[in-house]
């Protein structure tokens, strides 16, 4: 099977940096460990990833774990996109830094959608979530975007709105599909929070509360055809998690979890329903199937690149292993390199490591499987072998 391909094939997440104004409370950037990298992507370094990258994609996002207003290189990275007409590209942003100079380069290069990120509808939600954000400085950045694409009279960029889901502002779901609406946004997106061990949140997860996440997601939708917005959010969670009492330590797939990529016994959803709507979902492009082969395509159609040219094969690899580095290595090299190869016999024969049975972002591990909204630190075993990462959590978080 061809693994370079002449086609647009690969969905590309590029960090230009490591940082961020906010301390959100499901966030790595409020681990008490985290510390914020002076590395930034920029001039030979970004001019080589986009060459070598940008001409193979069919999706670039400007954005995964960090803030890219903070990128001195956002608008030449802008540029790059546009330079190698690369169909779909944007990032997303907490909006607290966005500039009508940044909004004007935006519309100069025609960049189709913007997403912001917005985790309450309320200004007590807000700003218990976004900490230290205001809800009043926010929402003038949302009337500075459709300020600026009025006075350009530009029907881009598409606005999206993102929102993690949590026990706080679960009964807001529907009330942020009405803000979204009011301030000209075309879509929401809604992703369940997952568990990061060190941030005290475990009873945030929706697992706690499985039938409430599915009857508020169904409101949102609801709500979100009536204004004809469109609402976007994973397979409902589980209902029978509510019958196994509070968690407050989420299982990993060797304790009784399951495995969050494949179906479990008493599954809600076959397996190749699941990876239909999470490549759907994820923009890979994989045409829907009746079976599958694997239990993953991320290693097939997705690069993740850090800020100093480092790679990830996927937006949540918690193992912390680099797969390539795009300072002394090409495209090619790394693409078709030992580590990518190995990772993908091992999910084509479902021999998963502990980083992949233990798929730990339910947006994209399977909503009827505890490990999918496990720990992050017991992922991270001593003595696991391809798990012997670092386990600083600034790399953590990417999704």
């Not at 370094?45 to 903070?70: G, I, K, T, W």
């Amino acid at each position: 099977m061809p693994v370079i391909r002449e086609r647009r094939f690969l969905r590309v997440k590029l960090d230009m940096v490591t940082r961020c104004q906010l301390r959100c409370i499901m966030c790595h950037f409020a681990h008490p460990d985290f510390k914020e990298s002076p590395v930034v992507m920029g001039g030979e370094l970004l001019e080589r990833v986009a060459a070598q990258v940008f001409p193979r994609a069919h999706e670039v996002a400007l954005s995964s774990s960090s803030e890219p207003l903070m990128a001195p290189d956002l608008p030449h990275a802008l540029e790059l996109c546009r330079r190698y007409d690369v169909p779909a590209f944007h990032f997303s942003t907490n909006a607290l830094s966005m500039t009508e100079k940044i909004m004007d380069t935006v519309i100069d290069v025609r960049m189709p959608w913007l997403t912001v990120s917005c985790d309450g509808a309320t200004k007590a939600t807000f700003e218990r979530i976004r900490t230290p954000a205001k809800w009043e400085v926010f929402l003038r950045k949302l009337d500075l975007i459709q300020a600026v694409k009025r006075r350009r009279g530009s029907d881009v960029p598409h606005l999206a709105m993102t929102c993690v889901l949590m026990r706080s502002n679960l009964r807001e779901a529907a009330d942020l599909v009405r803000l979204a609406h009011a301030k000209g946004f075309r879509n929401v997106n809604f992703t369940y929070m997952a568990v990061m061990g060190g941030l005290g949140i475990e009873d945030e997860t929706p697992m706690n509360d499985p039938r409430l996440t599915n009857a508020m997601v169904a409101e949102a939708r609801r709500v979100g055809r009536e204004l004809g917005i469109d609402v976007v959010a994973p397979m409902p969670i589980a209902e029978g998690f509510a019958d196994q009492g509070i968690v407050t330590d989420a299982a990993r797939s060797d304790q009784g979890g399951g495995t969050a990529i494949a179906a479990p016994a008493d599954a809600a959803f076959t397996a190749a329903e699941f990876l239909n709507s999470r490549n759907e979902l994820f923009a890979l492009k994989v045409k829907k199937k009746a079976e599958h082969n694997r239990s993953c395509y991320f290693p097939w159609y997705y690069i993740h690149i850090n800020p100093d040219g480092t790679v990830f094969p996927c937006g949540c690899w918690f193992e912390f292993t680099s797969f390539g580095d795009f300072k002394t290595q090409s495209f090619a090299e790394i693409w078709t390199g030992p580590k990518y190869r190995e990772l993908r016999r091992q999910i084509y024969n479902m021999e998963l490591r502990d980083v992949c049975a233990n798929c730990s972002v339910a947006n994209m591990g399977r909503p009827d499987v505890r490990a999918s909204f496990s720990h992050r630190a017991k992922v991270r075993r001593q003595g696991s072998g391809a798990n012997e990462g670092r386990t600083d959590p600034s790399a953590a978080g990417r999704a």
